[in-house]
């Protein structure tokens, strides 16, 4: 089927018919986002997981859910923020 695909695509950009190949360039443009953002959402369950103990112990001295999840998404939004500062003078 993908094999098919590539196929036609070419035949269409051979044809001046450059939709198609637009086309395959968003479908793998969408696919990376998809794959970058399964890698994010694993580091931080990963980051989460190795973090269980000091999270336990910050809950039961009455930290807020709040400040526990501010405390886990300010690593996270840091990372992200570092990445696009590096990936935008590339795009």
């Known amino acids: 089927m993908f094999k098919h695909y590539l196929k036609i695509g070419g035949r269409n950009i051979i044809r001046n018919k450059l939709y198609t ?4 360039i968003g479908s793998f443009s969408i696919l990376a ?3 970058a953002s399964l890698g ?10 190795k973090k269980l103990k000091e999270i336990v ?8 859910i709040w400040d526990i999840t501010g405390r886990l998404v300010r ?3 840091s990372i992200t923020i ?10």
């Open 33 to 35: 986002i998809f794959i």
């Open 40 to 49: 994010l959402f694993g580091l931080s369950l990963f980051l989460a997981q």
């Open 57 to 64: 112990i910050r809950k039961t001295m009455g930290a807020s």
């Open 75 to 77: 690593q996270y939004f």
């Open 21 to 24: 190949f637009i086309n395959i």
């Open 82 to 91: 570092l990445a696009n500062i590096l990936a935008m003078p590339v795009a």
